[in-house]
C-alpha cells in the first residue's frame, strides 16, 4: 500500500465525469460513494440511487490456500450482498493456480462453510455456469491463449533468467537502497526470433508483462473506497503473468477471469489494492473495460495487530463449532467496516441476510477496521428471533455445538489430547477452570456424565433455551444437567446456603401450607428425605414422570418449608424472628447444588426419576457423612 499514492477526494470533485459505463445511475451512484461521507440529504438520495444500480455481477475467488475465516467471509458477504441487491449475480471462483499451496480439504471446506453462513452462489466450480469451468486450473488453455494473444502483440516478452540470477539482481538492487526491487528488464530487449526459437528448444521461461514503454499501463485508478490511486513512480515492474510451470500468476488469471466472466464489481480486502495497477494495466493492454474495484479495510484485533492465522483470525468452523448461528456470525461480519445508516446503532443494526440485502449499499469504513465484541449479543438476539420463528432450526444448530463443548471438556478432563475437530479455544478453558472442583479428577466421587446423546441434550437447551449465548457458556451455566454433582460440592453448597438461617422448619396445616403452625426444627437431611419420600411412588415412566404430576406432589412440600433467623435487637431487648421461604433453595440445592440454572421441576423430568432420586441421596449422604455442614436440629431445639 505504501507505493501507491492517495490523490483523494478533492480532486474527485474537480474531475470531469468519467465516460459512463453502466449508465447514469450507476456514476451518480459512484459520485457519492467516493465523496466521502455524504451528508444525511445525499445519503437518502444515495441509498435510492442504489436501488438503480443495473445488475452486478460479483464474484467470491478464495485460493484453497486455507479455510474461510472472518475476513474473506466478509468479502465474500459483501459481493452477495452488492449481487442481490442489484437483482444481479454471484459467482464462486477457485483461484488454484499455486499448486504447490493447496490444502487438500479446502475446497470442500469452503462449500460447506459457505453453504452453512447462507451464501449460495449462482455459478461456480460445484454448479457449473455459461462462464465455466470456475476452478482456474481447468482453465489453462484460455490463460495460455491470452498470454499469446499479449507475446504477439510485444506487450508481453519470455524472460529467461534464472532463479539465481534474479536473486542476485535482487539483493544488488536493495543493497542500492531499492524499497521494493523488481525486475532489471534484462529479457526484455531478447529479439522475437531469438525468444522463438530458445521456447522452442525448451529453454525454461516466464513470460512477463512489459509494463512500460508501449503505452498500455494507465495507473491511475478509482476505488470505492479509497477514492483515486496511482503507484509510486518505478514501483511497478514487469511482473510475471506466466509462470515457469505454465500456470497463470494471480494476477493474470484473476483479470483474465474477471473479464471472461463478465464480472462487473470487485470487492475484495485492502492487501490487493497495491496489485490493483497491475490489473488495471493489463485490463488496458486487452483494451478490457476494468470493473469497479472496492478496497475493504483489513481487520485488526483491538490491539491494532492486523488478523491473521496466527493472531486470532479464527476460521468460520470453530465459531460454528462453538455455537454461534450463522445468522449471527454474518451480521457480526457484516458490520465490521458497514453499516445500515445513520441512526442504526444498538439493535437496529439486528439484521438478518433479506435485510442486508434490502439495506445494502457500498459506503464503507475506510482504513482498518478493529473487530467488535459484538458476537455474543448477536448471538442471543438471533436466538430470541429464531425461538420464535423456528425453534427446531435453532435446536438444530446448537445442539452439536453443545455436544461438542461436553465432549472436549470430558478429553481435557481425563488429560486426553483434543479432539479433532476441536479449536483452541481460551474461553472454553476458562469454563473448564471455572467448573472446578466439580470437574477434577481428583474429585473421588465424580463428577459423572449422566446423558448426553443430542437427543438429551436436545431437552436440555429447551429447559433454558433463553439464556443461550454459545456453547461453552451454556455447558458452564448447566453443568449438573450435563454432570453429576459431586459430594464435596453439595457439602460446600449446602453451607453456604444455610448461611442466613438458624433453622429450618416445615409448617404443617390442614387448611394451606402457609397458614399452619411451625413444629419441630428439621435438619435438611430431614427435609430433603422428606422429598424423596414423596417422590418415591411416583412411577419412573415418562407418563407419570410429568410436570403436572411432580407440581401436585411438590409445591405444598417446597412451599412449607421455611428458613428461621432469630435477630436480638439490642435496643428494645428483644429477640425479632425472620422467616423465609427455603424450600426451593433446597430442591435446587439437590438437584443442581444452589447453581443459578432452568426451572426445577422441568429439569426434574428432563433429568428423569432414577438421577433425581440418586441426586437427592447422594446430597443426603454427602451431608450425613460430614455434619459439620448440617444446621441440624439439636437436641436442645428438640
Ligand atoms: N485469490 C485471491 C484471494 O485468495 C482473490 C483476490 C481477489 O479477490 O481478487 O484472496
Same mark, same amino acid.
Given at each position: 500500500m505504501r507505493a501507491l499514492h492517495h490523490v483523494g477526494s478533492p480532486l474527485l470533485r474537480a474531475l470531469p465525469r468519467a465516460p459512463l459505463t453502466a449508465g447514469a445511475a450507476n456514476w451518480t451512484f459512484k459520485r457519492f460513494a467516493f465523496a466521502g461521507r455524504p451528508e444525511k440529504v445525499e445519503q437518502n438520495l444515495y441509498q435510492a440511487r442504489t436501488s438503480l444500480m443495473p445488475p452486478a455481477r460479483t464474484r467470491f475467488a478464495p485460493s484453497p490456500t486455507g479455510y474461510l475465516h472472518l475476513g474473506s467471509l466478509r468479502t465474500a458477504l459483501f459481493n452477495y450482498l452488492l449481487a442481490k441487491t442489484t437483482g444481479g449475480q454471484f459467482l464462486l471462483r477457485l483461484e488454484d493456480t499455486d499448486q504447490t499451496r493447496i490444502v487438500s480439504d479446502a475446497e470442500q471446506r469452503l462449500y460447506e462453510d459457505m453453504k452453512w453462513a447462507g451464501l449460495k452462489w449462482d455459478e461456480g466450480p460445484d454448479i457449473g455456469g455459461k462462464f465455466g469451468p470456475y476452478k482456474q486450473s481447468e482453465r489453462l488453455p484460455i490463460y495460455r491463449q491470452h498470454v499469446q494473444e499479449l507475446l504477439d502483440q510485444g506487450k508481453a516478452y519470455r524472460c529467461f533468467c534464472s532463479p539465481e540470477r534474479l536473486d542476485e539482481v535482487k539483493k544488488l538492487a536493495m543493497a542500492a537502497g531499492a524499497e521494493m526491487p523488481g525486475y532489471d528488464g534484462h529479457c526484455s530487449h531478447i529479439s522475437v526470433p531469438e525468444s522463438e526459437r530458445r521456447a522452442a528448444s525448451g529453454e525454461a521461461h516466464c513470460v512477463r508483462f512489459k509494463t512500460h514503454g508501449h503505452g498500455n499501463f494507465e495507473p491511475l485508478f478509482n476505488d470505492l473506497v479509497y477514492g483515486f490511486y496511482k503507484p509510486m513512480p518505478g514501483s511497478v515492474d514487469d511482473f510475471i503473468i506466466m509462470k515457469r510451470d505454465g500456470f497463470p500468476t494471480y494476477h493474470f488469471a484473476n483479470v483474465v477471469d474477471d473479464h471472461l466472466m463478465e464480472i462487473t464489481h470487485v470487492i475484495r480486502g485492502a492487501e490487493w489494492l497495491v496489485s490493483t495497477p497491475r490489473h488495471v494495466g493489463l485490463y488496458n493492454a486487452f483494451g478490457w473495460q476494468p470493473p469497479t474495484f472496492g478496497h475493504v479495510g483489513l481487520l485488526t484485533d483491538p490491539q491494532k495487530q492486523k488478523l491473521s492465522k496466527r493472531h486470532g483470525d479464527i476460521d468460520i468452523a470453530s465459531y460454528r463449532n462453538k455455537g454461534y448461528l450463522s445468522e449471527a456470525l454474518l451480521n457480526y461480519v457484516v458490520l465490521l467496516g458497514w453499516s445500515? =445508516?445513520? =441512526? &442504526?446503532? =444498538? &439493535?437496529?443494526?439486528?439484521?438478518n441476510i433479506e435485510q442486508m440485502i434490502e439495506k445494502f449499499h457500498l459506503r464503507f469504513t475506510r482504513g482498518d477496521i478493529c473487530v467488535s465484541n459484538k458476537l455474543d449479543f448477536l448471538n442471543s438476539k438471533h436466538r430470541d428471533k429464531l425461538l420464535v420463528q423456528s425453534p427446531k432450526y435453532l435446536q438444530a444448530q446448537v445442539v452439536p455445538p453443545i455436544s461438542l463443548a461436553i465432549r472436549t471438556l470430558e478429553q481435557k478432563r481425563a488429560g486426553l489430547p483434543q479432539l479433532p475437530e476441536e479449536v483452541p479455544d481460551h474461553s472454553m478453558a476458562t469454563t473448564f477452570d471455572q467448573l472446578v472442583p466439580a470437574m477434577t479428577p481428583s474429585c473421588s466421587d465424580g463428577p459423572g456424565l449422566i446423558n448426553h446423546n443430542e437427543a438429551y441434550i436436545g431437552k436440555a437447551f429447551e429447559l433454558d433455551q433463553r439464556n443461550y449465548v454459545n456453547a461453552a457458556s451454556f455447558v458452564q451455566r448447566n453443568r449438573y444437567l450435563f454432570w453429576t454433582v459431586p459430594s464435596k460440592v453439595y457439602q460446600q453448597t449446602l453451607s453456604e446456603g444455610m448461611r442466613e438461617f438458624d433453622h429450618l422448619f416445615i409448617r404443617t396445616s390442614e387448611t394451606t401450607p402457609e397458614q399452619g403452625h411451625i413444629d419441630a426444627p428439621r435438619s435438611a437431611v430431614e427435609i430433603t428425605t422428606a422429598f424423596a419420600d414423596a417422590l418415591r411412588d411416583i412411577p419412573a415412566d415418562e407418563s407419570s414422570w410429568t410436570v403436572k404430576r411432580l407440581q401436585e406432589v411438590l409445591n405444598p412440600l417446597m412451599k412449607s418449608i421455611v428458613g428461621l433467623r432469630s435477630i436480638i435487637d439490642d435496643s428494645k431487648s428483644s429477640t425479632e424472628t425472620r422467616e423465609k421461604p427455603w424450600g426451593f433453595s433446597i430442591v435446587r440445592w439437590f438437584l443442581f447444588a444452589l447453581q443459578p440454572g432452568p426451572a426445577l421441576i422441568p429439569s426434574m423430568v428432563v433429568l428423569g426419576k432414577t438421577e433425581t432420586m440418586a441426586r437427592i441421596q447422594k446430597a443426603i449422604d454427602s451431608v450425613a457423612s460430614d455434619p459439620s455442614t448440617e444446621k441440624s436440629a439439636t437436641a436442645e431445639h428438640v
Amino acid at each position: 500500500m505504501r507505493a501507491l499514492h492517495h490523490v483523494g477526494s478533492p480532486l474527485l470533485r474537480a474531475l470531469p465525469r468519467a465516460p459512463l459505463t453502466a449508465g447514469a445511475a450507476n456514476w451518480t451512484f459512484k459520485r457519492f460513494a467516493f465523496a466521502g461521507r455524504p451528508e444525511k440529504v445525499e445519503q437518502n438520495l444515495y441509498q435510492a440511487r442504489t436501488s438503480l444500480m443495473p445488475p452486478a455481477r460479483t464474484r467470491f475467488a478464495p485460493s484453497p490456500t486455507g479455510y474461510l475465516h472472518l475476513g474473506s467471509l466478509r468479502t465474500a458477504l459483501f459481493n452477495y450482498l452488492l449481487a442481490k441487491t442489484t437483482g444481479g449475480q454471484f459467482l464462486l471462483r477457485l483461484e488454484d493456480t499455486d499448486q504447490t499451496r493447496i490444502v487438500s480439504d479446502a475446497e470442500q471446506r469452503l462449500y460447506e462453510d459457505m453453504k452453512w453462513a447462507g451464501l449460495k452462489w449462482d455459478e461456480g466450480p460445484d454448479i457449473g455456469g455459461k462462464f465455466g469451468p470456475y476452478k482456474q486450473s481447468e482453465r489453462l488453455p484460455i490463460y495460455r491463449q491470452h498470454v499469446q494473444e499479449l507475446l504477439d502483440q510485444g506487450k508481453a516478452y519470455r524472460c529467461f533468467c534464472s532463479p539465481e540470477r534474479l536473486d542476485e539482481v535482487k539483493k544488488l538492487a536493495m543493497a542500492a537502497g531499492a524499497e521494493m526491487p523488481g525486475y532489471d528488464g534484462h529479457c526484455s530487449h531478447i529479439s522475437v526470433p531469438e525468444s522463438e526459437r530458445r521456447a522452442a528448444s525448451g529453454e525454461a521461461h516466464c513470460v512477463r508483462f512489459k509494463t512500460h514503454g508501449h503505452g498500455n499501463f494507465e495507473p491511475l485508478f478509482n476505488d470505492l473506497v479509497y477514492g483515486f490511486y496511482k503507484p509510486m513512480p518505478g514501483s511497478v515492474d514487469d511482473f510475471i503473468i506466466m509462470k515457469r510451470d505454465g500456470f497463470p500468476t494471480y494476477h493474470f488469471a484473476n483479470v483474465v477471469d474477471d473479464h471472461l466472466m463478465e464480472i462487473t464489481h470487485v470487492i475484495r480486502g485492502a492487501e490487493w489494492l497495491v496489485s490493483t495497477p497491475r490489473h488495471v494495466g493489463l485490463y488496458n493492454a486487452f483494451g478490457w473495460q476494468p470493473p469497479t474495484f472496492g478496497h475493504v479495510g483489513l481487520l485488526t484485533d483491538p490491539q491494532k495487530q492486523k488478523l491473521s492465522k496466527r493472531h486470532g483470525d479464527i476460521d468460520i468452523a470453530s465459531y460454528r463449532n462453538k455455537g454461534y448461528l450463522s445468522e449471527a456470525l454474518l451480521n457480526y461480519v457484516v458490520l465490521l467496516g458497514w453499516s445500515a =445508516g445513520q =441512526g &442504526t446503532k =444498538g &439493535t437496529s443494526e439486528v439484521m438478518n441476510i433479506e435485510q442486508m440485502i434490502e439495506k445494502f449499499h457500498l459506503r464503507f469504513t475506510r482504513g482498518d477496521i478493529c473487530v467488535s465484541n459484538k458476537l455474543d449479543f448477536l448471538n442471543s438476539k438471533h436466538r430470541d428471533k429464531l425461538l420464535v420463528q423456528s425453534p427446531k432450526y435453532l435446536q438444530a444448530q446448537v445442539v452439536p455445538p453443545i455436544s461438542l463443548a461436553i465432549r472436549t471438556l470430558e478429553q481435557k478432563r481425563a488429560g486426553l489430547p483434543q479432539l479433532p475437530e476441536e479449536v483452541p479455544d481460551h474461553s472454553m478453558a476458562t469454563t473448564f477452570d471455572q467448573l472446578v472442583p466439580a470437574m477434577t479428577p481428583s474429585c473421588s466421587d465424580g463428577p459423572g456424565l449422566i446423558n448426553h446423546n443430542e437427543a438429551y441434550i436436545g431437552k436440555a437447551f429447551e429447559l433454558d433455551q433463553r439464556n443461550y449465548v454459545n456453547a461453552a457458556s451454556f455447558v458452564q451455566r448447566n453443568r449438573y444437567l450435563f454432570w453429576t454433582v459431586p459430594s464435596k460440592v453439595y457439602q460446600q453448597t449446602l453451607s453456604e446456603g444455610m448461611r442466613e438461617f438458624d433453622h429450618l422448619f416445615i409448617r404443617t396445616s390442614e387448611t394451606t401450607p402457609e397458614q399452619g403452625h411451625i413444629d419441630a426444627p428439621r435438619s435438611a437431611v430431614e427435609i430433603t428425605t422428606a422429598f424423596a419420600d414423596a417422590l418415591r411412588d411416583i412411577p419412573a415412566d415418562e407418563s407419570s414422570w410429568t410436570v403436572k404430576r411432580l407440581q401436585e406432589v411438590l409445591n405444598p412440600l417446597m412451599k412449607s418449608i421455611v428458613g428461621l433467623r432469630s435477630i436480638i435487637d439490642d435496643s428494645k431487648s428483644s429477640t425479632e424472628t425472620r422467616e423465609k421461604p427455603w424450600g426451593f433453595s433446597i430442591v435446587r440445592w439437590f438437584l443442581f447444588a444452589l447453581q443459578p440454572g432452568p426451572a426445577l421441576i422441568p429439569s426434574m423430568v428432563v433429568l428423569g426419576k432414577t438421577e433425581t432420586m440418586a441426586r437427592i441421596q447422594k446430597a443426603i449422604d454427602s451431608v450425613a457423612s460430614d455434619p459439620s455442614t448440617e444446621k441440624s436440629a439439636t437436641a436442645e431445639h428438640v
